[in-house]
Structures are given as structure tokens and as C-alpha cells.
């Protein structure tokens, strides 16, 4: 059926937006999570203490895009509100075993497994399910819900910092599981509009019944080689992306101390990447086919430039110059991978294809800020490991910028294809039409004869 375009689908927007939200929110705010870690558990001995300390929040973020393509194959199986509310539970279980832990060992279960995993079986569903309620106005439905990780990732930092002061980091995270309390309720919102006939003759049957292996993992999106470029070129740029918000915080404290809000810095990141979401999104409308990329190239490219001026920065305001351009870019990345997807495999296997594309993102994101950290205990200082970290964003973009032209080549291969079909078609049927000229024709002369 056509999708409603409204009625309760405000009300699944809405929680589709907090999942959005505090998913994100509480991810892109790890810095501040990261540095009161640093205090609790640290000594002056370890020398490794950045290096273990941030396998934590990398190891969390990464974790949420390698289950994408798990999610997805769940999400088709059992349907939308069942994997959301069974994924908030178990992020709720894992956030709130994190807040009873005494050593920095446990943390990597329960914060970087446990949690992260419910987070992105509570996440991605939250994106499929708007598909059904919308489509005239998915776009814009898209960019309040995108918008609700700006929203949280501006306002959490000071209700975070607040929180560190006035109770310690366990209590902290005991106040964020209700956040993941309300996820868990509002994936109850979810609710399919027709029921799945697959559902339908399982219950009849008693028993269910999973499809083949094939349309449960479509691996041919493979096959396009546009979208191979795509899904390999983008976790080579992201090998330092994740950097600067696990270590910019701690960056500051070394650099400026206590003298200067760092908190201010995540603020500007979370403004001008919602406004980047927005503007972005609306150019990409306007930008013909797989063309947007350049927009994604264009992104990479500042990024990096952005990543490698951070230790040039001896003056705080310049850190928020760098933080604004950095938000607003890293807003344009996100916004638009969907409608690239979308250009590159067609609607039919865009799910999967962003799964899979989630699934090779997680490696790089999970990898690069303990090996900032590492750079960081070896070096007493972050500036080398921000520079590194501004190097894969270039090499990243530079490989996407002959995905245009060869999708183009792969589009006129495809045109061409058919067009000799017809081609040899019409030989056929000249060559046939002659053929029964040529015995008509005797035929005629015969009769003619007599």
C-alpha cells in the first residue's frame, strides 16, 4: 500500500529521531566519557594508559556499524519493532553492567561490545521503518531524524560535564540508561503496516520457515564495480576519522589545561554537522546521479586538511574555527551516502548494500584512535597522530573521484547490451524474411510455369 505520508508516522519519526539522538549523542560524546576515564583508572605507571583507554570508545564505535549487515538480515527476518526493542534492551543491559565495573579490562565487553551491539540493532531499524510511513516526504523526515544526533551530541557534553562534577563517572552512566530506557519504548512505536504473509504461513504452519540464503546476504551488489570502489574507498578514508572525537578533549586538557571549555568544541561539531545534514542533503537533490560523490570527495578533503591543522591550533578560538569546518563536512559524508547507495546498486539492494558498506566502515573506525592513543603514550604528544590521521581522508578521496566516470562506462556497457540484442534480432529476422523470399519465389515461378 502507498505510505500514509503522516498520522502515527509523526510519532514513529519521533522515535526514530531519539534513537538517532542517543545512539549518536552518547558515541560522539565519548571524549568527555574518555577523559574522565583517564582519571579513574589511570596511574602513573602505565605507559600504555591512552592506548587501553581508547580501545573503549573505538572499539564501541566500531561495533555499531560491523553489525549493520547483521541487522539488516534480522531486520528482514523478524521485522522492524522486534529488533529495535530486543537491541534497546540489550544496549540498556550493557550500559548498565558498564557503571558497575572497577578496572578498565571489563569496559571492553560491556561499553564496546554489549552496549554498542544493542545500539545498532536498535539503530538501523529506526531507519527502515520510515520507508513505510513515508515517501513523498522522506527526505525531509530523513533530515529531522538525522538531525536528532546534532541535537544530542551539542547538548550531551554539558549535561555530561555536569554530571563527572557533581557525581562520579558509574552514576553518570546509570543517568544515560534513560536514555536507552525511553529507545526501548519507543521502539514499541514501530508498527508494521501489513502484516508479512511470510509471518502469516509460519503461524499456520507452526513453524518458520527461513528464505534462501541468497536473499537473506545479497552479495551481488558486489559484482557492480562503481559500488566495490565505493564500499572499499570509503573505510580507507576513515582510518582517522574517528580520531579527533575520542582525543580532541584530552588534546585540549594537555595543551590548554582547565583553563578553556573543551566542551564547546563538540558543541560547534554537533551545530554545523545538523546544518550540514540540511544544507547538503538539499544540494545532493540537485547534483545528477552518481555526481553527488564529488560532494563525499569534496568532504574527505577537508576532513583531513581540518584533522592535520589541529596541532597547529595554539589558540582555542582557532580549535573552534577547525571544529565548525569539520562539523558542517562531516555532516555533508553522512547525509548523503543513501542517495549515493541508491545510484549505484538502484532501490532494489540499496539495504543491503549500505549494511555491507556499515560493516567495512567499522574496522578503520575501530583501529585508528587506539593507534592515536599508542602515538600518544610514545610521543607525549598528539600532534603526529593528527596529522596521520588527516592522510587516509585525502588518499580516500582521491580513489572515490573516478567512481563518476567509471559508473558512467558500467551505465553505457548496460546500454549498450541490449541494443546489440535488438541488432542481432533484426539480422535474424531480415536473414528469415529472405530466406522464405527465396522458396516463395520458386514456388511462384512454378505456378507461373503451369
Known amino acids: ?56 570508545s573505538s572499539l564501541s564505535m566500531g561495533m555499531v556499524f560491523f553489525c549493520s549487515p547483521i541487522v539488516s538480515v534480522f531486520t528482514d527476518l523478524f521485522g ?31 561499553y564496546g561490545i554489549l552496549f554498542a551491539c544493542g545500539c545498532s540493532f536498535a539503530y538501523q531499524p ?39 562534577d557533581s557525581v562520579d563517572l558509574f552514576n553518570t552512566l546509570r543517568v544515560l540508561c534513560t536514555l536507552m530506557f525511553v529507545l526501548f519504548l519507543a521502539g514499541f512505536t514501530y508498527k508494521p503496516l501489513v502484516p508479512d504473509t511470510k509471518d502469516k504461513e509460519g503461524g499456520k504452519k507452526g513453524k518458520f520457515k527461513l528464505p534462501p540464503g541468497k536473499k537473506i546476504c545479497n552479495f551481488s551488489v558486489f559484482k557492480v564495480l562503481s559500488y566495490r570502489i565505493w564500499a572499499f574507498g570509503i573505510p580507507t578514508a576513515l582510518f582517522g576519522y574517528f580520531v579527533p572525537y575520542v582525543h580532541l578533549m584530552n588534546h585540549v586538557k594537555d595543551r590548554f589545561g582547565d583553563s578553556v571549555p573543551e566542551e564547546v568544541l563538540l558543541l560547534c561539531l554537533g551545530i554545523t554537522s545538523g546544518v550540514g545534514r540540511l544544507v547538503f542533503g538539499r544540494v545532493a537533490d540537485y547534483i545528477p546521479g552518481a555526481k553527488k560523490i564529488y560532494l563525499q570527495v569534496a568532504s574527505f578533503f577537508f576532513i583531513g586538511l581540518m584533522s592535520m591543522m589541529i596541532p597547529l591550533c595554539h589558540v582555542f578560538g582557532a580549535l573552534i574555527a577547525v571544529c565548525l569546518f569539520m562539523g558542517l563536512f562531516d555532516g555533508c559524508f553522512i547525509c548523503i551516502m543513501a542517495p549515493i547507495a541508491f545510484e549505484l546498486v538502484g532501490a532494489q539492494d540499496v539495504s543491503q548494500a549500505i549494511g555491507f558498506l556499515l560493516g567495512l566502515m567499522s574496522v578503520p573506525m575501530t583501529v585508528g584512535p587506539p593507534v592515536a592513543g599508542l602515538l600518544r603514550d610514545k610521543l607525549g604528544t598528539y600532534d603526529v597522530a593528527f596529522y596521520l590521521a588527516g592522510v587516509p581522508p585525502l588518499i580516500g578521496g582521491a580513489i572515490l573521484c573516478f567512481i563518476p566516470w567509471i559508473h558512467e562506462r558500467q551505465k553505457l556497457k548496460e546500454r549498450a547490451k541490449p541494443v546489440d540484442g535488438e541488432t542481432t534480432e533484426k539480422m535474424l529476422g531480415n536473414e528469415s524474411t529472405l530466406v522464405s523470399d527465396t522458396t516463395e519465389k520458386p514456388g511462384k515461378e512454378l505456378e507461373s510455369g503451369i
Open 1 to 56: 500500500p502507498e505510505p500514509p505520508e503522516g498520522g502515527w508516522g509523526w510519532v514513529v519519526m519521533l522515535a526514530a529521531m531519539w534513537c538517532n539522538g542517543a545512539v549518536f549523542g552518547i558515541q560522539n560524546s565519548c571524549g568527555v566519557l574518555f577523559v574522565s576515564m583517564l582519571r579513574l583508572f589511570g596511574s602513573s605507571e602505565d605507559k600504555q594508559l591512552v592506548f587501553k583507554t581508547a580501545w573503549v
Open 80 to 110: 522492524c519493532r522486534k529488533v529495535a526493542v530486543i537491541g534497546a534492551a540489550v544496549g540498556l543491559a550493557g550500559l548498565l553492567s558498564s557503571s558497575f565495573v572497577s578496572t578498565i579490562e571489563p569496559l571492553y565487553f560491556t
Open 126 to 164: 529506526s531507519l527502515v521503518i520510515l520507508g513505510h510511513y513515508f515517501k513523498k516526504r522522506l527526505g525531509l523526515v530523513n533530515g529531522i531524524v538525522t538531525a536528532g544526533s546534532s541535537l544530542f551530541t551539542v547538548s550531551l557534553p554539558f549535561l555530561l560535564r555536569v554530571l563527572l
